[in-house]
């Protein structure tokens, strides 16, 4: 009687799995972020910076899973010079995937570019953990930490105008 259930159950489950197919699972990411995404890299690939931020905020409405998204916003914040918006981004894509070479090699070039030499070491050390060869994501951070300036970047002191004299 009980394999009569599970078959019963087991045919239930068979007729209604085209419903069920689908449903994206948790590491599909929705084809309309990923739409966004690929025209977020497409304005970058032109220098659009600004636009490409829009379509990769539009991306992450639709999907908050989409790293790439995230990767790609951080990419335009750095295109931007906004290293440290960068390096918060690419640590959101290090939380879906602590091992997502691109994010780890383009935070620890964000980081090298604010002064942080020993946190982008850090990250230049994962990669070469995970690659166990050399690989282009660790050539590429070797690089950005040798050319990245020696202490931390603080923006140029803002004159401030005069007071005014009048009583």
């Not at 025209?39 to 990769?56: H, I, N, P, R």
């Amino acid at each position: 009687m009980r394999s009569k259930w599970l078959l019963a159950g087991l045919s239930a489950v068979v007729m209604t799995g085209a419903a069920v197919a689908s449903v994206p699972g948790d590491d599909v990411i929705k084809p309309a972020s990923q739409s966004f995404s690929q025209a977020g890299y497409d304005a970058l690939g032109k220098g659009q910076a600004a636009a490409a931020v829009g379509e990769f905020e539009t991306a992450l409405a639709i999907d908050p899973k989409n790293r790439k998204a995230y990767i790609g916003i951080a990419k335009a914040m750095q295109a931007q010079g906004l290293h440290g918006s960068a390096v918060k981004y690419y640590r959101e894509a290090l939380q879906l995937d602590p091992n997502d070479l691109a994010a780890l090699e383009g935070q620890g070039a964000a980081l090298a570019q604010r002064g942080a030499k020993t946190r982008a070491q850090a990250n230049l050390d994962r990669i070469r953990q995970l690659c166990k060869t050399d690989c282009a994501e660790a050539r590429k951070l070797s690089i950005a930490i040798a050319q990245a300036p020696a202490g931390p970047q603080t923006a140029a002191a803002t004159p401030t105008p005069p007071a005014s004299t009048k009583n």
